[in-house]
């Protein structure tokens, strides 16, 4: 077996804690070089290599990987839809410029692997509303979006051309406790959590029948690793996989919190962010993922609801 070393950038993030806890659990901790522009983060602390680290600064990453032997990259730095569009130079700059770094690197260093995660982001109001399918007509109107949709060109390209074995998957909206999230159109999911438990009521920026794709953070990290595990001549789609495990709208997942705490209230008061979350689709075709790599979710919606308050209250 190769010995692998993995750095994780953006490991302080939303999804970043919990995959660099996972890859540790499986290659050692000394094995995975957290690393992010924050300088130390508690939930990491004392389980691992840490350092701190710009991914816009490639000649730094550069000395980084080589010092430490690297083989693997995971790359999670960005700027996500709802801070995107507050600010698009930054995020276009961030979310293309730390791509190529990497994939420079990785070519240049012959990398084992990189992974790198795109999004549901990348449909449009002109992509199917249901089961949307892993190649359809592919519009975004976010500057988040379009970052996303060049990338897994970019992605594409650096496998086509120099070899580069990168791999990518579509995430939905991710919801966990562990981690805050970092921005996202879809982060009132992980709100409503916190605020039910705290204040028994919740003012959600979306619309009470907004339908949108969703993950609970166990299935991606499990998507996550699969799909870095799998051989990679099962690996066909060299863009990024649509993955998919539920659909639910702000009325739904209140209707579910509702069951475990009953004298929980919601009301609406939609933002800027009711224009993002309409541009995408309400439900994920997966069955390319699940022919070439076997996908298949753990979560449905009550399960995972259950499982976020009993964590939280912990
Ligand atoms: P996050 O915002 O929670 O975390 C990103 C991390 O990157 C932060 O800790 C931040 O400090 C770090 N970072 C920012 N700029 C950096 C830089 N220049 N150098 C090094 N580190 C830097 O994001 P997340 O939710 O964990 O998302 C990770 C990836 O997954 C992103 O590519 C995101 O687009 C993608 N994704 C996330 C979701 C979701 O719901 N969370 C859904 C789809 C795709
Ligand atoms: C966001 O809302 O921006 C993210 C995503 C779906 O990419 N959660």
Known sequence: MIKEKILVIGASGQIGVELTLALR???????????????????????????????????????????????????????????????????????????????????EEKLNKVYWPSSIAVFGPTSPKQNCPQQTIIEPITVYGISKYAGEFWCNYYNQRYGVDVRSLRYPGLISYKSAPGGGTTDYAIEIFHEAIENKKYECFLQEDTYLPMMYMPDAIKATIELMEAPAKNISIRTSYNISAMSFSPKEIAASIKKHIPEFSIHYKPDYRQKIANSWPQSIDDSVAANDWNWKSGYDLDKMVKDMLDNIKK
């Open 25 to 107: 659990k499986i290659y050692g901790n000394a094995n995975v070089v957290a690393s992010d522009l924050r300088e130390q983060n508690p939930l990491l602390e004392g389980t691992g290599p840490y350092v701190s680290l710009d991914v816009m600064n490639k000649e730094m990453l550069h000395v980084q990987v080589i010092r430490q032997n690297i083989t693997q990259i995971y790359l999670l730095a960005a700027i996500l839809s709802a801070t995107g569009e507050k600010n698009p130079n930054l995020a276009w700059h961030l979310n293309m410029q730390g791509l190529l770094n990497v994939l420079d690197i990785a070519r």
